[in-house]
């Protein structure tokens, strides 16, 4: 909700690097289908980014579309400030069709340079399938470094055997090897015919993997290991980080680290669509990731997101940011200009409830359950612009919901109550 390209009516995937001081936001743009290419934007507070447009489009043999990717450094001491990105391309193999892994280098990180059909990475058929008629997926690779300079990674694949991600191996970080996929315990993801990988990281010797799964309305799921190649549970506790049950509101996060914090992104998604039928997407502000004594992963205000805030208002309406202690299960109701009211209960678990009134009646529409403890008078954010809004509580982010419009007004038991209007250009 903090930034959308002016360059194009709609994009989807968002992918973040943090390097000297700038952090750069990468954008799969998506106006006619799945991804035509990428852009991207850069920022030096991590809140208001400068838009580049374009920087890397689709080769004449994609037939469907461009895939997401990933953006690392390359790990040679010979070579300074060398970049390498992934990204993906359904071309024709023969009769079939068949996604294959790419590779980009940038010296900048702003200009990129295709690393040309003999990097290709391309389906290990001893454990994977091979093309689009069997289900077949290869995209997106993200990269976990080791000690030792090489890389463990995974990726979005499609294991021979049962629904799971690709994983695979590389010494330098532009020739990778697939090695078997992890057995996974899909949880609320088993009934899927696929999952999408979208980010790593390792804590206390856990590997913990972000992964999305598109036609479920939880849409993004954290599963631990013990080790890289598996096997993947899923996590004890707050495991699911959205809840897309009436509309999907977010979707495919991912991990990079800004000022030695581990950080994630994502993109929210609004109920209106471009000419073509495609989503029109925001990237939402960046979280900070924790991990509390239990090993739970949680995602967080992260500081730098003051940033945000303009000046003070005395009334709660259009794009603002909320504050205020909130008494337990005392619900906030806000008012959109539709004529619908959305009701927000949150206990001291960080069980929240979203409720609307379009029927004459309140019916929940989305369910968060962080299963942590927030204080009796949980500290209360809720950022809005336009439609979109997030609710943290206690500094945890708790959840995202798309309203069916804006904010007019809001009814509410905020103890210390303040409003700012948001600072966005």
Same mark, same amino acid.
């Given at each position: 909700m903090i930034f959308r390209t002016k360059f194009f009516s709609a994009t989807w995937d968002t992918w973040m690097y943090y390097y000297r001081k700038v952090y750069y936001l990468y954008y799969l743009i998506t106006e006619k289908s799945g991804g035509e290419g990428f852009g991207v934007a850069t920022s030096i507070d991590g809140v208001h980014f400068d838009d580049y447009g374009k920087v890397l489009g689709a080769s004449d043999k994609m037939v469907i579309y461009l895939g997401t990717g990933s953006v690392w450094k390359l790990n040679d001491p010979q070579i300074k400030d060398t970049f390498i990105c992934n990204y993906s391309e359904w071309r024709k193999c023969g009769d079939e069709i068949q996604q294959i892994i790419l590779f980009a280098v940038s010296y900048d990180l702003l200009h990129?340079?295709?690393?040309? =059909?003999?990097?290709?990475?391309?389906?290990? *058929?001893?454990?994977? +399938? %091979? &093309?689009?008629?069997? #289900?077949?997926?290869?995209?997106?690779?993200?990269?976990?470094?080791?000690? =030792?300079?090489?890389?463990?990674?995974?990726? *979005?694949?499609?294991? +021979? %055997? &049962?629904?799971?991600? #690709?994983?695979?191996?590389?010494?330098?970080?532009?020739?990778?090897?697939?090695?078997?996929?992890?057995?996974?315990?899909?949880?609320?993801?088993?009934?899927?015919?696929?999952?999408?990988?979208?980010?790593?990281?390792?804590?206390?010797?856990?590997?913990?993997?972000?992964?999305?799964?598109?036609?479920?309305?939880?849409?993004?799921?954290?599963?631990?290991?013990?080790?890289?190649?598996g096997p993947f549970a899923p996590m004890q506790k707050n495991f699911a980080l959205f809840s897309n049950s009436s509309h999907m509101h977010a979707y495919f996060s991912r991990f990079f680290y800004g000022e030695h914090k581990l950080l994630a992104n994502f993109h929210v998604i609004a109920r209106q669509e471009n000419e073509f039928g495609r989503p029109i997407t925001y990237l939402a502000p960046v979280k900070e990731v924790s991990f509390d004594q239990e090993g739970i992963l949680r995602l967080s205000w992260w500081e730098k997101n003051e940033a945000l805030k303009g000046d003070p208002c005395t009334t709660i309406t259009g794009d603002c940011l909320i504050e205020g202690y909130m008494p337990i299960e005392a619900p906030i109701v806000l008012t959109v200009n539709c004529g619908g009211h959305i009701r927000i209960t949150l206990d001291r678990y960080g069980h929240a409830v979203y409720a609307t009134d379009a029927s004459g009646s309140y019916q929940t529409v989305e369910v968060y359950d962080r299963g942590l403890l927030l204080g009796r008078n949980a500290h209360i954010r809720i950022l809005v612009r336009g439609t979109f809004t997030e609710l943290y509580a206690d500094d945890y982010f708790i959840g995202c919901y798309t309203m069916p419009g804006t904010l007019i007004d809001a009814n509410h038991r905020l103890i210390d109550l303040k409003v700012w209007s948001l600072s966005l250009e």
């Open positions: 990129w340079e295709k690393c040309g =059909d003999k990097y290709n990475f391309l389906p290990d *058929t001893a454990y994977y +399938k %091979e &093309f689009q008629s069997q #289900g077949e997926r290869w995209d997106c690779i993200f990269p976990l470094q080791q000690e =030792d300079g090489s890389y463990y990674g995974y990726w *979005t694949g499609a294991p +021979k %055997e &049962f629904v799971g991600v #690709g994983f695979g191996k590389s010494q330098n970080g532009i020739d990778w090897e697939a090695l078997p996929p992890p057995i996974m315990e899909l949880g609320l993801f088993h009934e899927s015919r696929e999952v999408e990988a979208g980010a790593a990281c390792v804590h206390n010797g856990k590997v913990y993997l972000m992964t999305g799964c598109y036609d479920h309305e939880k849409g993004v799921g954290f599963y631990v290991a013990e080790h890289p190649e």
